[in-house]
């Protein structure tokens, strides 16, 4: 079986290797959008990923927008006292200057004074940043992997800091609850808090202006790809076999069993799939580090799942030529028509 495939291959080096090639243009695409679709999505929500809490509690009436609410102090204590609750924290949120640089300033609960800046941003500890609107004045505290907000690199300092950035918004934005339960939760504060909407986190993570949409038009792309994949390998390797029918009759009329072919075929389909799939990953790497941050991120899970889905959708696809193989006629090879 390895033999047979492997000489075939061999022997048409120059056919195999520029399918392999079209398999790899492919996969570039295929890698390069996946790559795409989970950097854009980090850009619009890893700042909200990486706080704590599995639920989010906002005012009513916020559409599930952190910058449009605003909660009193008076609703920690309610919220607290909801059973399943374990833990409260305020988060204030909006999108700010920082001694120019465009940041989306988040004010937390912490002792600790000055600005903590997302590592993309360029400052040094120490320096002193005016937070506009407010002309408020902080010292750079150090830098940490925050994340960004539609796209713009997090900044955290003390909540009170942020509400003198914002004077007409005196509250807390939204609060973030620990629970054991995080969806019993939500519906038991929205109940039993008067005035707020509460949801889980990967909901409020899906209510991101643009997030949604971005990473759906990305996806929905993606799959049109794989369809077109799957279309051209099967026909490619459906063209190949109507080539080899004389060598196959050959083979048939001297015994060779159903499984040699078959198993030869689907070898030669998987060899061919896998260097493609090595080339075009290859190139993306090549590619995507070059480009800017927060805009490309193919971490290894999805990389995998991606070759994964190509080979299978490769392999699906050139089964078609199965039935071409058990059914050639062995008289072909003696001249005759099938």
């Known amino acids: 079986m390895w033999f047979l495939a492997w ?37 619009g929500v890893s700042g909200l990923q990486r706080l704590p809490g599995q639920v989010v509690v906002y005012s009513a009436g916020a559409e599930k927008t952190v910058s449009r609410s605003a909660l009193p102090e008076s609703a920690a204590a309610k919220i607290a006292a909801v059973p399943g609750v374990t833990a409260v924290r305020p988060l204030g949120q909006s999108m700010a200057q920082a001694g120019g640089l465009p940041v989306a300033l988040m004010g937390v609960d912490t002792r600790a ?7 993309t941003l360029k400052a040094r500890v120490g320096d002193t940043l005016t937070l506009q609107p407010g002309g408020v004045r902080v010292r750079v505290a150090g830098f940490a992997d925050l994340g960004s907000v539609q796209h713009t690199a997090v900044a955290r300092v003390p909540l009170e800091v942020w509400r003198r950035t914002q004077p007409a ?19 038991a504060i929205a109940a039993a808090v008067p005035g707020t909407e509460a949801v889980t986190k990967d909901a409020a993570i899906e209510a991101v202006p643009g997030y949604a949409a971005e990473t759906g038009t990305v996806t929905m792309i993606r799959g049109f790809l794989l369809a077109v994949a799957a279309l051209l390998i ?3 390797f459906w063209i190949f076999t109507m080539q ?64 994964a889905l190509l080979a299978a959708l490769a392999l699906g696809a050139s ?18 028509n099938a």
């Open 7 to 43: 000489r075939e291959i061999r022997h048409g080096r120059v056919r195999f290797g520029l399918t392999a090639v079209l398999v790899g243009l492919v996969a570039f695409l295929v890698f390069m959008l996946t790559g795409l679709a989970v950097g854009l999505g980090e850009a």
């Open 113 to 119: 004074g000055g600005i903590v800046l997302d590592r």
């Open 169 to 187: 918004r005196p509250d807390a934005g939204v609060y973030l609850v620990d629970a054991r339960d995080p969806a019993a939760a939500a519906k």
């Open 234 to 236: 099967g026909t490619v």
């Open 244 to 307: 080899k029918e004389a060598t196959l009759a050959v083979l048939r009329a001297t015994g060779a069993r159903a499984r040699l072919l078959v198993g030869s075929y689907l070898l030669q389909v998987a060899a061919t799939t896998a260097l493609g799939v090595l080339l075009g990953f290859a190139a993306v790497l090549a590619i995507g580090a070059a480009m800017p941050a927060g805009t490309f991120s193919l971490p290894g899970r999805s990389a995998a799942l991606s070759a």
């Open 319 to 336: 089964a078609g030529s199965l039935r071409r193989l058990l059914t050639v006629d062995p008289l072909l090879s003696l001249g005759r």
